[in-house]
Structures are given as C-alpha cells and as structure tokens.
C-alpha cells in the first residue's frame, strides 16, 4: 500500500541557518509523482515542486533543493539560509500513476518555525 | 489567471444542519478533488470527480456526504446532519486532466460545528 512518512513533526531553528525536512514513502507502482507543499500560517497549500520517479536529478529553485534518491524512497526537501518566512507546515505527498484517480497520499507534515 | 477559489472560507454550523461547501476549478480544469485536514493532520483524500461524473469517492464517509461536479457552475461538497467530527478544512484541488498531475489547491474552508 502506499504510505508518506514525515518522521519530523516539528523543527525549530535560528534564521539563515540551513533545514532538510525527511520525506520517505511506500509504493508498488513504479511510475509516480512526488511533491512537496507548503502550508503557511495564513492556512492556504502551496505548490512547490513534482517530480516523477523517472527523474532522479537534484533540484534547485533558488534556496531550496530537493535530494530524489530512489534506492532510500526519500525526497527531501532543503532549505539553505532559512528565513521567518519559510515558517509553515510543509508536506510531502506521492500520487501514482497506476492509481486511476491520481489521488495525493500526503505525509503529517513537519511543521518548521525559523526564529530571529 | 484566477486561481482555484472555495467559499465560503469560515463556516459555522450547529449540529444537526447541513454544509455546503463551494469549489470553482481554475479555467481550463476539469477535474476536481476534495480533502479533508483534520486539526493537526495531514490532508486525506475524499473524492474525485470529472465533470458531471464521480470517477473516485474511495475516502468518502459512507453516510451523510456527498458531492458533486455539474456541467456548469462549481463543485459542491455537501455534509448532511453534520457533527462534531466534522471540523475541519476542506480543500479543494483541481487539475487539467490525468496528463499533468500537479493539483493546484483552494485556500480551503474551515468548517466548525457547535
């Protein structure tokens, strides 16, 4: 069955200091989609990232980066110079091509607060 | 370009009443998906639907919820009877069609039950 953990429910840390929130997750099907979200104070999901189980080459979007390694079923999620306002729930979620419905399976969450 | 909009944002209903919850796709998508956040959870799966067709209620309650997509005019995501258990967020996502799997969500409604 298909599964998302997000084994970190909180984070804190100081600002600019870099964060890598853990996504591992479970799936029989080989071909599917992963992605990342965020979810600010203000409650609303953000988009920030799909990558398809194909494709296994590191990305970078300014300061954030996300490690895909398919050996380990992780794709976590880096952010380099943290600031207050990356301050939020963020979820990792898997969605599989073999599913009909497309559907997310999303993690807990990890909650991150940058402080001053 | 509009994005995904939900309304009401807040919602409070006494036990016993009826939800209704609003979903407009952005334009061009077809295809519609709610989920349900519990306080301190992650989101979960209700359903799924295309126009005029539920194609996955598989995370639906069996009693008391139901949804839809007409041809025109928005998605409605109806809670009979509700209760307690009922408080959450209800988002709604939609995306352009099996092709592109990116779900781009509402800013969601907090639903509350007295």
């Known amino acids: 069955a298909q599964k998302v953990t997000q084994a970190q429910t909180e984070i804190s840390v100081v600002e600019k200091e870099d964060v890598t929130l853990d996504c591992v997750y479970e799936?029989?099907?080989?071909?599917?989609?992963l992605f990342w979200y965020k979810q600010p104070p203000s409650g609303e999901l953000v988009f920030l990232i799909r990558?398809?189980?194909?494709?296994?080459q590191n990305e970078i979007s300014g300061r954030y980066s996300w490690n895909f390694q398919k050996s380990t079923s992780s794709f976590n999620f880096t952010i380099t110079a943290s600031q207050v306002v990356d301050s939020a729930v963020y979820f990792c979620?898997?969605?599989?091509?073999?599913?009909?419905?497309?559907?997310?399976?999303f993690g807990s969450g990890t909650r991150l607060l940058v402080r001053p | 370009n509009a994005g995904v909009m939900q309304n009401p944002r807040h919602l409070v209903r006494r036990r016993g009443q009826e939800a209704r919850l609003r979903c407009s796709p952005m334009?061009?998508?077809?295809?519609v998906y709610w989920y349900r956040q519990l306080p301190e959870e992650g989101l979960k799966f209700m359903v799924y639907?295309?126009?005029?067709?539920?194609?996955?209620e598989s995370g639906m309650p069996k009693e008391r919820f139901s949804a839809e997509f007409p041809k025109e005019g928005p998605s409605i995501l109806r809670i009979q009877q509700v209760v307690r258990g009922d408080s959450a967020a209800y988002f709604c996502?939609?995306?352009?069609?099996?092709?592109?799997?990116?779900?781009?969500f509402g800013p969601g409604t907090r639903l509350t039950v007295l």
């Open positions: 996502a939609s995306s352009p069609g099996l092709d592109t799997d990116t779900q781009y």
């Open positions: 639907l295309q126009k005029e067709n539920i194609i996955d």
């Open positions: 979620a898997l969605s599989e091509r073999g599913d009909s419905s497309y559907k997310l399976i």
């Open positions: 799936t029989r099907d080989t071909t599917y989609y």
């Open positions: 334009k061009g998508h077809s295809h």
């Open positions: 990558r398809n189980s194909f494709d296994e």
